[in-house]
């Protein structure tokens, strides 16, 4: 299906449902179909009506001079991406073994016993028995949050930039769920260093998305953030 148009509303809106959850078009990293997406607009998008379609062509605007540059093929539509285009589906041969064996052993729990058995006070004792090491069972298993390490890019305006108070208020973000690590400056050229830190996030718990967007709201120091690696747990 992909995109249609970015001239109606509905059609924004698509875009905007697009990047409520991603700050790109595809991958973690901008790329020729955040290009060519960003060219078919006529301007910003209204953030009162699409904030997640406007949050994202600022960002993709922050790096309009290396459009050119950027990978991918600048030959595809913007039409060739979005819902449905660049979406897979899980293969269920990969499921978690754990999961899987969790699945086994519930399998093997007989909650009725067999078809066989009279309806009498013993059949309804086995059974009563049977609920209950089913309960215990599932009690007993804590699935383990799902985690990802982040490495994000924190840019600066310039390199007048004060770069020890950028990181202060990136660290002073707090969340459940959320766990900031190491950091480091990073030259880019021109004098302009880069902040790049590590964190752990529980992905049901923050939204990256969400996430920059309050980093970003230090507009005195922060111009834009980039996600440069993301690995699960």
């Not at 009690?139 to 924190?154: H, M, N, W, Y």
């Not at 305006?157 to 973000?173: A, F, G, H, Q, R």
């Amino acid at each position: 299906m992909g995109f249609t148009d970015f001239l109606s509303d509905a059609g924004l809106t698509m875009l905007n449902n697009w990047t409520e959850t991603r700050s790109y078009i595809v991958g973690y990293g901008p790329s020729q179909a955040d290009v060519q997406s960003f060219k078919a607009l006529k301007g910003a998008p209204d953030s009162s009506k699409f904030p997640y379609a406007a949050r994202w062509y600022k960002h993709i605007a922050s790096h309009e001079s290396e459009f050119s540059s950027l990978p991918g093929d600048p030959s595809k539509s913007y039409t060739t991406y979005g819902p449905e285009a660049s979406e897979a589906t899980l293969n269920p041969a990969k499921q978690p073994a754990a999961d899987k064996e969790g699945e086994e052993d519930d399998e093997d729990v007989d909650l009725f016993g067999s078809d066989d058995e009279e309806e009498d006070a013993e059949a309804e004792k086995v059974k009563q028995e049977r609920l209950e090491e089913y309960k215990k069972k599932k009690e007993g298993k804590t699935k383990p949050a799902a985690k990802s390490i982040v490495t994000l890019d924190v840019k600066p305006w310039d390199d007048e930039t004060d770069m020890k108070d950028l990181e202060k208020n990136v660290k002073e973000i707090e969340q459940e769920g959320l766990v900031w690590g190491g950091s480091k400056l990073v030259a880019v050229g021109f004098g302009i260093k880069k902040l790049q830190i590590n964190l752990v996030i529980e992905d049901d718990k923050v939204s990256l998305d969400e996430l920059q967007a309050k980093i970003e709201e230090d507009e005195d120091h922060v111009q834009s953030t980039d996600v440069v690696a993301m690995q699960k747990l």
